[in-house]
């Protein structure tokens, strides 16, 4: 009985946990300095921490927007992300404060303190794939117009 028992708890240790379906959130358009962006919205806490988790590509101009209550300390982690990405930290006042361009993918069994991590102050974050950012124009200090409110 003990070695079915141990069994089953090694076979569940070491069974990956199903990936997250993409969610589908409203839609809005925003504007960079060089390109209008197509991005879900992601408002509530539950939305924020599923973010982009099981989205296998994503098309030039599309991503997700983050949108907090304030400006604050803002944490981010790639857990069961599978596609490079570039994230954007963007003020209440819609100036781009931090870039962080090609946040790499790590396999989804990586340990946790080997995902990567980004944080900075922001009330908003685009994820946009990777590259996207220069392309757009996206540096600190321009303008973001659009944000929702």
Do not use: C, Y
């Amino acid at each position: 009985m003990f070695e079915a028992l141990a069994l089953g708890l090694a076979l569940a240790q070491s069974t990956p946990l199903p990936m997250p379906t993409p969610q589908r959130l409203a839609m809005v358009a925003i504007a960079s300095p060089r390109a209008q962006l197509r991005v879900q919205v992601a408002r509530t806490e539950a939305q924020r921490e599923r973010g982009l988790m099981g989205v296998r590509s994503l098309r030039a101009h599309t991503g997700m927007l983050f949108v907090f209550d304030t400006d604050a300390p803002i944490e981010f982690w790639m857990k069961d992300t599978l596609v490079p990405l570039d994230m954007i930290f963007i003020g209440k006042d819609g100036l781009v404060r931090t870039v962080f361009a090609n946040v790499p993918v790590v396999p989804v069994d990586a340990p946790d303190d080997r995902i990567p991590r980004r944080d900075g102050l922001a009330k908003f974050v685009l994820e946009l794939p990777a590259g996207e950012a220069a392309r757009d124009g996206l540096a600190r200090g321009v303008r973001v117009r659009g944000l929702p409110g």
